[in-house]
């Protein structure tokens, strides 16, 4: 059982701030989920997950706009330690949160994901992989790579990991993503050559 719940605030970064909506992805069963990327709205979620036990708070990195809503979801939060730096602009030393290791296995309702460590759009980025579906956050989009053009990014990074990471699952892999459409690894792979040549 996936479901999605759009948010809409605000990302701020390299003292810029920008009006997003947000992809939360709801990943469970009947009696358990798991939140991916907590943002903006913990009231929206709450609401969505019902009377469901989460099990863990995901986040795929540790921009402001996946995480402000983390804290106030009353579960552990995972995130990948590379994002540190930017956990610590949110919260400080206040909030603590479990560090997320390439290869961890995620256990919710039943279906097992991989953690996948696909730096790039920052250095801890991560995606989940489980029963043919891929939870990119901002890695992979319909229509190209996250966006690298900010502090901590990186786009030969995330071009690396997009092609050794992303486009080898089948091709059929369903991709959910952070923002917007969800998409396929067969409809994004082709197109890989161009998003290099125009360099994002």
């Not at 795929?60 to 990948?80: Q, S």
């Not at 279906?111 to 801890?124: A, D, L, R, W």
């Not at 053009?149 to 071009?159: A, C, L, N, P, V």
Request: proline letters at 5%; one cysteine or more.
């Amino acid at each position: 059982m996936i479901d999605r719940v759009i948010t809409s605030g605000t990302f701020s970064l390299d003292g810029g701030t920008w009006e997003v909506d947000n992809n939360v992805w709801i990943v469970g069963d009947a009696r358990e989920v798991i939140v991916i990327d907590a943002a903006h709205s913990a009231s929206a979620i709450l609401d969505r997950v019902g009377d469901r036990t989460i099990k863990a708070v995901v986040c795929t990195h540790g921009h402001n706009d996946h995480i402000n809503a983390a804290a106030d979801l009353g579960a552990p939060i995972l995130l990948h330690p590379a994002d540190h730096m930017l956990w610590e602009a949110v919260y400080g030393e206040a909030v603590p949160y479990t560090p997320l290791r390439d290869g961890e296995k995620l256990e919710v309702g039943g279906v097992t994901f991989e953690v996948m460590h696909t730096p790039g759009h920052s250095p801890g980025a991560v995606c989940l992989l489980g029963q043919g579906v891929l939870f990119s956050g901002d890695t992979l989009f319909k229509g190209g790579p996250g966006a690298t053009g900010r502090s901590f990014s990186s786009f030969e990074t995330i071009i690396d990991s997009i092609r050794t990471r992303l486009l080898v699952l089948p091709p059929e892999t369903v991709v959910k993503t952070g923002h917007g459409d969800s998409t396929t690894i067969g409809a994004e792979a082709p197109h890989l050559g161009e998003w290099i040549a125009r360099g994002y």
